[in-house]
């Protein structure tokens, strides 16, 4: 709790007034701290003139206060060029009003890295699936390693292959299994009547032989074969017995007798017709396979018991109507049973292979929808690689053109915080996006390209931190017109406390500049410098009450706090008169050491050789004499000298270096009143 007021814990707050360009009267802002709460856990809040008080955000400062952040407190400024080269990338380019563009190729840099894992994952997948579908005996799993391990993948060709049963001609196998499962048997219900047909020809045939009718038909037959004769050769005697002729008469005589037989003959035609019927039915049982038996023996199947039926099945004969009869019956079993093994061991067969390759279809049914993506993503991540690319060169260009001005000022600022520097501050530059962002800062130490941090001691760093902080709380788009900076002079060497005395000097030309520190160098240079600033002293008094005094001029100071003490009544009479001679010799080599500074630094003297200068005098007298005379050996001359102003100097000065030491027995006011009178002679005449 060490950044509380230990003497009121609470409630804990801090107040400030601001004065807003365009606004009436003053904003008030506030932070409070619950009793308990550590540092980090606050409400802010901000109150308009005439306004009721309300979030601090409602004041639109949110984003200038990250970007344009006016506020440097000495951990800050020692951490600047420490945190990270990120930390100071993003607090610099905050300012250039860039934020959607990297904002854009971040998410065109994402969009890349997104699309390559599409494509990566849809092509490991797919390396995946021809591993596994090596192992499966199918045209069709052939087929799909040969459309996967393509460089650009057919997605109907795939999609055909794993949605729909293969077209006729793709798979040779599958239409094969598919032709064996179906393969038809002779149909025995047709093979039944068939046989019964044939064999009720034989019985008709049979029971017709030797009978009136069977004479009749072949005289019949004969008989038309005379007349056939007849009809071409004309009259003539009877070519078979030589006694008859064969003339007109004949002829009507053969035709009435062969009307008379053929009435005889009819059951014998009918025999004979139906005889024929039923050879035929039979011969027309004797077809080929409609498939292929050897690409069943191919494909493991019990093809040998189907083709040896078959032959015999096609080797029957039909020249005897009654034995093929009985051998149809008899194989027609025989062979009916071989096709059905056959059609049952395809049907399976068939039926394991598409289980099979079921899960494989499934697989690769699931896989298109990436692979398309993936096939996408090869297809656009050129051009988004091509645009990230081009708007990275874009950005690029813009940052460092739009940070040009900034790093000029902060090579200006630079220039003069770095007297006495051999370190040599070029172009500052943004590069880089993402994790990679960095500022290049262009450090030359005598000429020759170095690492700033390597080889810049603590002040120069500070002093350069301070270059780069200041170009960005002075931007023209900044709204705040002031800059607090804590402690900057720390580990600055004397000159470069005069560079920043310069420097603020300048920035206070357009912004109102706070500065605290617990050094009083700087004010010692403001005064030296002759610059126009406010100097306020600020002291805690007991039960850490805050005073806060006019400052500035240390003699003055001295002068004041004398005159305090010695308007004291309640401090013991001995203690004024020892403190008020010591306050009044502080003012009076206050005032010789401001003299001695000014006077030696502007003949060229280094700030260094000063203040070594100023260390080795060790009386009031020599350091009167270095003022003088610039010579600390000639402390006899210094009463002589001060003679000039009238002999209330060389008292008052006496005194001072006397009565140090010694309790003043004079009148305390009256010293007090010589004493600054002397301080002011000094510092006009010399």
């Keep these: 709790m060490g950044w509380r007021n230990l003497h009121h814990p609470a409630p804990t707050a801090i107040e400030a007034t601001i004065a807003v360009d365009g606004a009436p009267g003053v904003t008030t802002i506030t932070r409070k701290w619950a009793a308990d709460a550590p540092l980090a856990e606050s409400q ?52 250039l009003g860039l934020e959607d563009l990297p904002e854009a190729l971040e998410r065109l840099r994402q969009t890349r890295l997104d699309l390559k894992k599409v494509v990566d994952r849809g092509r490991a997948d797919a390396r995946a699936l021809v591993t596994d579908l090596r192992d499966v005996t199918d045209e069709r799993a052939e087929r799909c390693i040969e459309e996967l391990d393509a460089s650009h993948w057919d997605f109907s060709a795939l999609s055909a292959l794993v949605t729909h049963a293969p077209e006729p001609g793709v798979d040779k196998a599958m239409d094969s299994l598919r032709a064996l499962s179906n393969l038809a048997a002779p149909d025995l219900d047709l093979v039944a009547a068939a046989v019964e047909a044939a064999r009720e020809a034989v019985t008709l045939r049979e029971r017709l032989q030797g009978s009136d009718a069977a004479a009749a038909a072949t005289t019949v037959e004969l008989l038309r074969t005379a007349l056939a004769n007849h009809e071409q050769s004309g009259d003539e005697p009877c070519p078979v017995c030589g006694v008859g002729a064969l003339d007109g008469a004949w002829r009507s005589r053969t035709v009435a007798e062969i009307e008379r037989l053929d009435r005889v003959a009819r059951d014998a035609t009918t025999a004979k017709q139906q005889h024929e019927r039923a050879l035929q039915r039979l011969t027309s049982l004797q077809t080929l396979p409609l498939a292929s038996l050897p690409d069943a023996t191919e494909l493991g199947l019990p093809a040998d018991a189907v083709r040896a039926a078959w032959e015999e099945w096609l080797a029957i004969g039909c020249t005897d109507l009654a034995t093929a009869a009985d051998q149809f019956e008899a194989q027609a079993v025989d062979l009916t049973t071989a096709i059905t093994a056959l059609r049952e061991a395809a049907a399976k067969q068939l039926t394991d292979r598409e289980d099979t390759w079921a899960p494989h279809a499934e697989a690769i049914a699931a896989w298109l929808e990436r692979a398309r993506a993936a096939q996408l993503g090869t297809a656009v991540a050129p051009q988004v690689a091509e645009a ?19 790093a000029a000022k902060a090579a200006e600022t630079w220039a003069l915080l770095s007297q006495h520097s051999n370190v040599d501050l070029g172009p500052i530059e943004l590069s880089g996006s993402s994790t990679s962002r960095r500022v290049n800062l262009d450090v030359t130490v005598d000429g020759v390209e170095s690492v700033a941090l390597s080889v810049m001691s603590q002040g120069e760093l500070h002093a350069l931190a301070l270059s780069i902080f200041l170009p960005r709380v002075t931007a023209a788009q900044s709204p705040f017109r002031f800059v607090v900076i804590d402690d900057p002079v720390q580990a600055m060497d004397p000159g470069k406390v005069d560079g920043l005395a310069r420097v603020l000097e300048a920035t206070a030309a357009t912004r109102q500049v706070i500065v605290l520190t617990h050094d009083d160098r700087l004010p010692q240079a403001v005064r030296l410098l002759g610059i126009d600033a406010t100097v306020l002293q600020v002291t805690r008094r007991d039960g850490s009450r805050v005073e806060v005094i006019p400052g500035g001029d240390p003699a003055a100071v001295h002068l004041d706090e004398a005159i305090a003490v010695a308007l004291t009544e309640d401090l013991p009479e001995d203690v ?43 009386t ?30 060389q008292d008052a000065f006496q005194t001072c270096n006397k009565n140090a030491h010694d309790a003043y027995g004079g009148a305390l006011d009256n010293l007090v ?4 009178k002397l301080v002011e002679k000094l510092r006009t005449t010399l």
């Design 44 to 95: 802010s809040e901000a109150q308009a003139h005439g306004a009721p008080r309300g979030p601090l955000s409602a004041l639109g400062w949110d984003d200038p206060l990250v970007a344009y952040r006016p506020i440097l407190s000495y951990n800050e400024l020692g951490s600047i060029l420490e945190q990270g080269p990120s930390k100071l990338y993003d607090a610099l380019a905050a300012i």
């Design 388 to 406: 990230e690319r081009w708007l990275k060169d874009t950005i690029d260009g813009v940052r460092n053109e739009r940070i040009e001005p900034i």
């Design 576 to 618: 004024r008169r020892r403190v008020v001679p010591g306050y009044c010799r502080l003012a009076i080599e206050a005032t010789l050491n401001d003299v001695i500074r000014r006077k030696l630094l502007s003949t060229g003297v280094s700030h260094a050789s000063v203040e070594e200068q100023l260390e080795a005098v060790t």
């Design 620 to 649: 009031l007298n020599t350091r009167a004499a270095l003022a003088f005379f610039g010579d600390s050996k000639k402390g006899g001359e210094v009463l002589t000298r001060l003679g000039m102003y009238g002999s209330w100097a």
């Design 673 to 676: 009143r010589d004493t600054r």
